[in-house]
C-alpha cells in the first residue's frame, strides 16, 4: 500500500523560506502525479502545486507562482516544495498527494493517497 510522510514544515518570518519534503513507499508505477495542497482552519482544501514526472510539468497556483517550486527527479524519488517569499496567507496544514490521472487534477477529490500534513505558519 502506497504511504507517504512529508517533513520540513516549521515556523518561520514573512520573507522567509522553507522547503517541504514527501517521501513516498509502496509505488508500483512509474507514471505517477503528485501535488501539494494546503488547508487553513475553516478553509477549503486547496491546490499548490502539481507535477508529471513523466514530462516534469509542473502547475501552480496563481497565489504561489513565483515563489514556490515542486520538483522531483522521478516518481519514486521524494517530492519537494521550495517555499520562497513566505507570506502570512501561506500559514496552513501542508500535505502531499499522489492521483491517477492526466493531466495531473487540481481538485483534491481526484487524489488517492494522502500524507498526514506538515504544519507551515508564516508570522508577520
Known amino acids: 500500500q502506497v504511504q507517504l510522510v512529508e517533513s520540513g514544515g516549521g515556523s518561520v518570518q514573512a520573507g522567509g523560506s522553507l522547503r517541504l519534503s514527501c517521501a513516498a513507499s509502496?509505488?508500483?508505477?512509474?507514471?505517477?502525479?503528485m501535488g501539494w495542497f494546503r488547508q487553513a482552519p475553516g478553509k477549503e482544501r486547496e491546490g499548490v502545486a502539481r507535477?508529471?514526472?513523466?514530462?516534469?510539468?509542473?502547475v501552480y497556483a496563481d497565489s504561489v507562482k513565483g515563489r514556490f517550486t515542486i520538483s522531483q527527479h522521478n516518481a519514486k524519488s521524494p517530492l519537494y516544495l521550495q517555499m520562497n517569499s513566505l507570506k502570512t496567507e501561506d500559514t496552513a496544514m501542508y500535505y502531499c498527494?499522489?492521483?491517477?490521472?492526466?493531466?495531473?487534477?487540481?481538485?483534491?477529490?481526484?487524489?488517492?493517497?494522502w500524507g498526514r500534513g506538515t504544519q507551515v505558519t508564516v508570522s508577520s
Open positions: 509502496g509505488l508500483t508505477s512509474s507514471r505517477y502525479c
Open positions: 507535477i508529471y514526472t513523466g514530462s516534469g510539468t509542473a
Open positions: 498527494a499522489i492521483a491517477n490521472w492526466i493531466p495531473c487534477p487540481d481538485n483534491h477529490t481526484y487524489y488517492d493517497t
